[in-house]
């Protein structure tokens, strides 16, 4: 043994020791820390682009026209109930649909028809059914006062009264729609016109009038993974993505314009779709409906909720992918990484058949979008969304937020109080974004809306007119749609009343 270190005086020696341990972990921690968040930085950016197979054919949602009733009534069945589904070979998921294992038949009506709809709630637990996008009678909505208990039928029935549109619909129980959305309920509602029918569009329902109804999945060992990861201000993100419930879809065509229904169903991802060659396509309608005329773009971002249709010119014989590409959406360093901003994927492959029947031009023009000026507005209101509640007020199921008189326009002004990635959505009518930020909105943003994304700390003013019917006691929603913001609470209730009526008390639920 050395006579050195037995010589060394213990006190100085332990004192040097604790200093260097001190030094150690100043400069250890932090570079841990940093080194930690760098791992959990760059794992949070997703991307299947270039590294899909696309296997599998596009699953097309069966077409369900319903049954006419003697006295001209249209009359749908929804089933909901839970089920399995082999999205994987050899591995299942359990997952919940409408008339099937996962998602639901395309509904499809025309304008001034009764129609009705046979909700079975075969689930073994409460939910709803939204019809999003619709303009119908409080009490048929389908929102968090509409609940259907396990075992039981709702029967809504309503005139169609608006314009040819790709509506959607989904469950709305509060404080579980981002649950029950996620396990497979929602379906495509696709409205028809004259107007529309007299138009040469596309129009073959699953050849070359494609329902695009996009989501996010992550799969684990045993099914959906739907936990939320660290950082995830948005909500779930997943990691690969659904098409009609197909994972790596393709789809053949055999025609020269194909449109597309695209509907973001996903509850917290916002897409930003174009073609990996960038060609460019022609934006034909948005929510609620044809815009005036058809809008070149090669690229169109949706958040969730919205949905936009396009036409995209094919070439005999090639293949081109529709792709999502990181966003360019108004995110700080944080949301972009970690709200999806960064992620890109690839959504679907279209094939094109060796020689393809030829289709008309578009038409020149398409439609006039019925949505309001604001020129006749009587009022102007403001909502701040913020994660914490909308005006910073929770959702309250008995409190009716605001009250809106039949026949009347108003001004919606909206602003993305918090940072995070927020969109906006009003049950019951289409609106008119009149300016983003006080400029004029983008192209994309011209036609009827029911949704529309509120960018972080920017405004955006709508046009909104409530033409009824009054139902003082029975509130419609507006909220934001990333659907776990709704859970949390950004969601509010208003009520359309007659001139000089005041509101009423919303149901009490047993619930
Ligand atoms: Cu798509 Cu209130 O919902
Ligand atoms: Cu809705
Ligand atoms: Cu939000």
């Not at 929804?78 to 070979?89: A, N």
């Not at 709803?128 to 396990?150: I, N, R, S, Y």
């Not at 969304?385 to 009347?408: E, K, Q």
Request: proline fraction near 7%.
């Amino acid at each position: 043994m050395s006579s050195v270190s037995s010589n060394t005086p213990a006190r100085p020696r332990r004192l040097r020791r604790l200093l260097l341990s001190v030094v150690a972990l100043a400069v250890l921690v932090p570079a841990l820390l940093g080194g930690v968040f760098a791992w959990v930085y760059t794992g949070a950016a997703v991307s299947t682009v270039g590294a899909t197979d696309f296997r599998n054919q596009l699953a097309i949602p069966p077409l369900q026209e319903g049954v006419l009733g003697p006295d001209g009534r249209r009359v749908f069945e929804l089933d909901m109930r839970s089920g399995r589904k082999e999205f994987r070979p050899g591995k299942i998921t359990e997952t919940w649909g409408f008339n099937g294992d996962y998602l639901g038949p395309t509904l499809r009506a025309r304008r001034g028809e009764r129609v009705e709809v046979r909700v079975r709630n075969a689930l073994p637990e409460a939910s709803t059914v939204h019809w999003h996008g619709m303009h119908l009678p409080a009490a048929m909505d389908g929102g968090p006062h509409q609940m259907v208990d396990p075992g039981r039928t709702w029967t809504p029935q309503w005139t169609v009264d608006q314009p040819a549109a790709t509506l959607w619909y989904h469950p709305h129980p509060h404080g579980k729609t981002e649950q029950h959305v996620r396990r497979g309920l929602a379906g495509m509602f696709l409205l028809d016109d004259e107007n529309s029918a007299s138009l040469s569009l596309p129009s073959n329902y699953g050849v070359d009038d494609l329902p695009v109804i996009v989501q996010d999945v992550k799969f684990d060992g045993s099914g959906f993974d739907n936990s939320h990861k660290i950082f995830r201000n948005a909500g779930f993100l997943g990691e690969q993505i659904l098409v009609n419930g197909t994972l790596a879809p393709y789809r053949e065509v055999g025609d020269d314009l194909v449109r597309l229904r695209l509907l973001n169903a996903s509850t917290a991802r916002i897409y930003n779709f174009a073609f990996e060659d960038n060609r460019t396509f022609a934006l034909i309608g948005t929510d609620g409906g044809l815009v005036q005329r058809p809008i070149t773009l090669d690229r169109v971002q949706l958040s969730p909720g919205e949905r936009a249709e396009i036409v995209v010119r094919m070439r005999a014989g090639e293949r081109t992918v529709l792709r999502s590409n990181t966003l360019d959406a108004g995110f700080d360093f944080w949301n972009q990484r970690f709200s999806g901003g960064d992620d890109r994927f690839d959504i679907l492959e279209l094939r094109a058949a060796a020689t393809l029947r030829s289709a008309p031009e578009l038409p020149a023009t398409l439609a006039e979008p019925a949505v309001p000026d604001g020129s006749d507005a009587v009022r102007e209101r403001r909502f701040d969304l913020n994660l914490a509640g909308i005006n910073n007020v929770p959702m309250a199921m008995d409190r009716i937020d605001l009250t809106v008189t039949r026949g009347s326009t108003e001004i919606w002004v909206v602003r993305n109080a918090d940072g995070m990635p927020h969109n906006f959505h009003v049950h019951d009518v289409q609106f008119r974004v009149l300016s983003v930020n006080d400029a004029p909105p983008p192209a994309p943003l011209s036609g009827a809306k029911d949704t529309v994304f509120v960018a972080p700390n920017s405004t955006v003013r709508l046009a909104l007119r409530f033409d009824g019917p009054a139902d003082p006691d029975t509130p419609y929603m507006y909220h934001c749609h990333l659907l776990w913001h709704e859970d949390q609470g950004m969601m509010g209730q208003f009520v359309v009343v007659e001139p000089g009526q005041s509101a009423g008390t919303p149901p009490s639920h047993g619930h």
